[in-house]
């Protein structure tokens, strides 16, 4: 028996406004806590270098690793010209690991958040593993889905520099037919040039101008480091002064306590509109899957709120895939 209220969410899909996710390594780890698909784990920037075996590396050119930060130690190297080689080892040696890595068959966090969102919405990622990539691939037959973005590029994905257009790396441009380049990965030196790559510009471009209409921001595991001024310097023009944002919310999935996230992300919350949760599980993607703005404004702006609908965690992906039919049918109705 549906109930009333989990009827009409099923029904409502007028929202046209984004909920755009922002993801970082942490939402990696969250999804593979126990590593990806052969045991392989998922590395953070503070233990990156011992992950990825840099030591013997580091040790051999005499660097100073004791900081742990991989960022910070990466950063110093390339200021050093002597060090041209050893940056040279070091990105082969991530674009090595990160290549590796695949998810698990069964559906994970990427499955559950690519199927909770619709084609209206973004999710933009900073990681370089190919998750968010698969995740989409292996599911988009099912519904539509939400635009992908990768803001430092990832080892999944391609690129046609002259029609502009992105795919699977091993695909080929669907106007010119000619292979993918490679997009560049992105290393964490203090002055990121985003506008230097063309697939990078690109990706930036569109996350900056989604934001500009987003009604929910979700920021999932990802720190914003110091050093990526940059980042944040183009989230924040995408998002505008947090005064003018004040019927948007915010949702931070982080581990975190949450003053500290408050703190942190302070430029872009408006007044209490934000809200904090450990666990992705409790967020409101999971909580309103594929009806997030429609449930968000129907609770703030018109003090009605929906029924929960969480989505089954367990299920698999025949399993899950039943349990979103219904909300997928009624958008196919409404088009
Ligand atoms: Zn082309």
Known sequence: MIMPSLEQEIKETHMGAPHI?????????????????????????????????????????????????????????????????????????????????????????????????????????????????????????????????????????????????????????????????PSQLLFPIKKKNYTDNVFISSEWETLKNCLKHAYILTIFGYSAPASDIEAISLMKEGWGPAPNRSLEEIEIIDIKSSPILAEAWKDFICSHHYRTTNNFYNSYITQHPRRTCEAMWSSLMMCDPYNDNYIPKNFTFEELYKWYDPLIKAEIKKT
């Open 21 to 181: 996710v922002i993801l970082g390594a942490g939402a990696s780890l969250a999804a593979c806590p126990k590593g990806d698909k052969e045991g392989n784990p998922l590395p953070l920037m503070n233990n990156l270098i011992s992950i990825l075996n840099l030591k013997k590396i580091l040790n051999d050119y005499k660097i100073d690793y004791s900081s742990n930060n991989f960022e910070e130690i990466y950063s110093n190297i390339c200021e050093d010209y002597k060090h041209a080689e050893l940056v040279t080892i070091i990105e082969n040696r991530v674009k090595n690991y990160f290549a590796r890595l695949s998810l698990p068959n069964y559906p994970t966090i990427y499955d559950h958040l690519v199927l909770s969102l619709r084609n209206k919405d973004v999710i933009a990622t900073f990681n370089w593993d190919p998750f968010l990539y698969t995740a989409w691939r292996r599911n988009f037959k099912i519904a539509s889905l939400p635009h992908i973005l990768h803001l430092h590029g990832s080892i999944a994905m391609g690129y046609c520099p002259k029609d502009r257009m992105k795919g699977y790396l091993y695909g080929r441009c669907s106007k010119c037919g000619e292979r993918y380049v």
